[in-house]
């Protein structure tokens, strides 16, 4: 008995490596196979560099697409620098002369009167060039207290006016075209026997 518990030991490790042959001949892929693997990879190597390819010209197309937008964004504010510059210097250019003749009045010897008409032609001429830019004064003595257009620094009793009318003009208000640049400032009329009816 000992000697057939020898063989029947010898003979299992025999069987277990046939069994082991044929396992590792299972799972090892014959060259057909194999060829089949090498192609799948070959393909998913080409669709991948494919795939890296075109990410590499996104990323890039993407960097430029910024660095374009960054530039139009710095040309556009660049040029708006440079045409409210070119607005201001035209401006200032028409008001030139003004202070050229405000200069002259003050280096001037006449009199009282004759400096207060200097005065009085150089006022003029600087609302006309504040015509010609299209700014105008706010409407003020007569007309109707508007609280867009007038701020009222306090109200002065009148017969002659009707009640909420503007008596007097204690700085005048100016507006460029319709928007209003600084309200006029005025004192209102309280008529007392607008009041009382």
Known sequence: MPEQEAEVKTLEPAED???????????????AEFDKLK??????KAEYEQLKAERDQLVDRVARTQAEFENARKRAEREKQEYRDFAVGNVVEQFLP???????????????????????????????????????????VGVEFDPRHHEALGTVERDDLPDQHIAEEVRRGYKLRERLLRPALVRVASNPKQTSD
């Not at 490596?17 to 060259?31: H, L, R, V, W």
């Not at 002259?104 to 003029?124: N, P």
């Open 39 to 44: 192609a799948e990879y070959e393909q998913l």
């Open 98 to 140: 003004v202070i050229d003749n405000f200069e002259l009045a003050l280096k001037a010897t006449g009199s009282t009167e004759q400096l207060r008409s200097g005065v009085e032609l150089i006022v003029k001429q600087m609302e006309e060039i504040l015509r010609q830019l299209q700014v105008l004064p706010v409407s003020t």
């Open 17 to 31: 490596a046939g069994q082991q042959g044929a396992a590792d001949s299972a799972t090892e892929p014959g060259p």
